[in-house]
């Protein structure tokens, strides 16, 4: 079992900047594929972002490319999502989850292990 807690969402004006933490625990967490999703209320949950095992690969949506950057630090545990130039259509829950295997994924469903979420408020 791998345990994720998200934080650092808040409320923001738009143009501003959050920077999202997402703790793991339980396992070797250097053996995981990362990602960041999100859902806004009525949507369906959409990836954001992924990073490799070591950091070394990353992949986002096409929609927060140059505004978001995902990274993470093996010896805390920690993978970090760094959004700036923040637009109200980015107004939703962030959620990190876990994917055990080597592979970057975009789906949902290639992840085994989620977080509770932290809300992100973007206002105009």
């Known amino acids: 079992q791998v345990q994720l807690v998200e934080s650092g969402g808040g409320l923001v004006q738009a143009g501003g900047s959050l920077r999202l933490s997402c703790a793991a625990s339980?396992?070797?967490?250097?053996?995981?594929?990362m990602g960041w999703f999100r859902q806004a209320p009525g949507k369906e949950r959409e990836f954001v972002a992924t990073i490799s095992r070591d950091g070394g690969e990353t992949a986002y949506t096409d929609s927060v490319k140059g505004r978001f950057t995902i990274s993470r630090d093996n010896a805390k545990n920690t993978v970090y999502l760094q959004m700036n130039s923040l637009k109200p259509e980015d107004t939703a829950l962030y959620y990190c989850?876990?994917?055990?295997?080597?592979?970057?994924?975009?789906?949902?469903?290639?992840?085994?292990?989620w977080g509770q979420g932290t809300q992100v408020t973007v206002s105009s």
């Open positions: 339980g396992r070797t967490f250097s053996n995981y594929v």
């Open positions: 989850a876990a994917r055990a295997g080597a592979l970057l994924a975009r789906a949902r469903t290639a992840y085994n292990y």
